[in-house]
């Protein structure tokens, strides 16, 4: 029999700092603790979860002192939702320990020379800033810990967010937050109505249940599309549904449905089927026209994709005589936005359809110095590649989390464009990059940039001129 572990609890920790991925950071006899659900400044009892000779991990057992600098958090999910853990710190203290964070990947993972940093771009809006959001269904609603002590507690269904480690869990949310309060009206309204008609919620153990997800999108131009995912077709029903849903929220510009029989929650070799409207929405970026499908990908914040696209047109310091190729293309959004100061935009991107989008895209908005590749970046970047559409003279590269590929960096290196403009949502990942990149550019510039108010995350756009 596995002997049961001993429970480790420190007493009357001082946090003193935060570190990296939103954990609070304390020391104790030498030893670094690094914990969740902690502000600098609180007193707390900490629960050791990963415990090695120099560093530990930990969670908050009990908060016995509030920093002075805690706010109080405006979601009533706080603290069960996995999502907006930094509720409890004021704005602007997220914002320098998000540009602490990439200053210090830099020069911690890089081992960079660095030029000073800007400062780091804010949001003007802090809640309501998505223009995407996707809710859950499952057959087993997350029980609070009091709930789940009343032996009398109904396991119903539950739609919203899925519960922190528990893949089969979902938290029902009642508001959120991250978008419009349209979000809460289409959610509630489906949840209800399906309770009312006793249907099926997913079961993710067993792959049963009838109602999977909900992809909602709304646009700053006020359009509003709703996917409605379902793991089978029950016609008659689906068609009682998705009238209601019309009916309770007239707001809606495009409804669609997916029918996803797979064990995985991914739709991306799926295809949509229209139920109302044009099938997609428009978005804006300056005076730029996005057409966005229920697959396409899109920065989740209008407004500080602006931002973002901004620092990366402002980097480049273009003059009109430039070829710019846009790798990572993913839609074109970034090469579009930028085609105004460029002679040529070449964008390369693997998923086919992104592409499709991005050509549809640059014809949207009349541009006509734009062509899109689909397929790997290696493959595509030879030499009659370049013969054909003229070596580069900056590249823009806008990679996933897990940052470039070490063969991507090799051709980079070939390549050898005067400016490199690297935009990265994981600034540990861009600083291993620009380690390997850094025999033969050097860092001029550093702008971080917050897409996410409310949680960890952090964007940072980085230039780099050949030497």
């Known amino acids: 029999m596995k002997k049961k572990k001993e429970k480790i609890i420190l007493t009357d920790i001082t946090v003193t700092d935060y570190a990296a991925e ?25 629960f050791i979860t990963k415990s090695k000779k120099d560093w530990a991990e930990g969670r908050v057992e009990k908060i016995k002192q509030y920093a ?4 109080q958090p405006f979601c009533q999910h ?45 949001a003007a809006s802090t809640e309501q800033y998505r223009n995407k959001l996707e809710f859950t269904f499952s057959n087993k609603r997350y029980l609070l810990p009091e709930e789940a002590a009343n032996p009398v507690t109904e396991q119903s269904g539950a739609l919203g967010y899925h519960a922190p480690r528990l893949f089969d869990k979902v ?7 991250l978008m419009d309060p349209i979000n809460n009206l289409i959610r509630n309204t489906v949840r209800a109505f399906a309770l009312k008609n006793e249907y099926s919620f997913y079961d993710f153990r067993l792959h049963t249940g ?5 992809v909602i999108r709304y646009s700053s131009k006020g359009e509003l599309m709703v996917n409605m995912i379902l793991n089978y077709e029950e016609e008659a029903e689906r068609i009682k549904l ?3 849903l019309l009916e309770k929220v007239p707001a809606i510009t495009s409804l669609v449905y997916t029918i996803n029989p797979k064990w995985n929650d991914s739709i991306y070799d799926l295809t949509p089927q229209l139920y109302f409207g044009k099938g997609y929405i428009m978005e804006q970026l300056e005076d730029f026209q996005f057409k966005i499908s229920p697959k396409s990908f899109f920065q989740t914040n209008t407004k500080q ?18 070829i710019v190729y846009d790798l990572y293309c993913g839609t074109g ?28 895209n640059a014809a949207l908005n009349q541009i006509t110095h734009a062509q899109f590749f689909a397929g790997d970046v290696i493959k595509i970047c030879n030499d009659d590649f370049f013969q054909a559409h003229g070596r580069p003279d900056v590249i823009i590269t806008d990679p996933p989390r897990a940052g470039m590929h070490e063969k991507l960096i090799v051709k980079l290196l070939e390549m050898a464009a005067p400016k490199i403009v690297y935009v990265s949502c994981n600034t540990a990942t861009q600083a291993r990059d620009l380690a390997l990149l850094d025999e033969k550019y050097r860092i001029k510039k550093i702008q971080p940039v917050d897409m996410f108010p409310h949680t960890h995350h952090i964007e940072s756009v980085v230039l780099l001129e050949l030497k």
Request: charged fraction near 25%.
């Open 22 to 46: 939103g954990k609070a950071l304390a020391r104790v006899d030498g030893k670094v603790i690094f914990i969740s659900g902690a502000v600098p400044g609180d007193v707390v009892d900490v």
């Open 68 to 71: 002075p600098d805690r706010t």
């Open 78 to 122: 706080f603290g069960v939702c996995g999502g907006c853990k930094w509720q409890m710190l004021p704005y602007h203290l997220q914002l320098q320990y998000k540009e602490q964070e990439a200053l210090q990947n830099l020069k911690r993972i890089g081992k960079l020379d660095l030029p000073a940093s800007l400062p780091i771009l804010g």
């Open 171 to 177: 938290i029902g949310i009642e508001e959120c937050f």
């Open 210 to 214: 009838w109602l999977r997800n909900i």
């Open 242 to 244: 998705l009238d209601h």
């Open 305 to 322: 994709a602006e931002q973002l696209y901004r620092v990366a047109r402002d980097f480049a310091e273009l003059s009109g005589n430039e």
């Open 333 to 360: 959004s970034i090469g579009i936005f930028l085609s105004k100061q460029a002679k040529k935009i070449i964008g390369v991107e693997v998923v086919a359809e992104a592409i499709e989008d991005a050509k549809e």
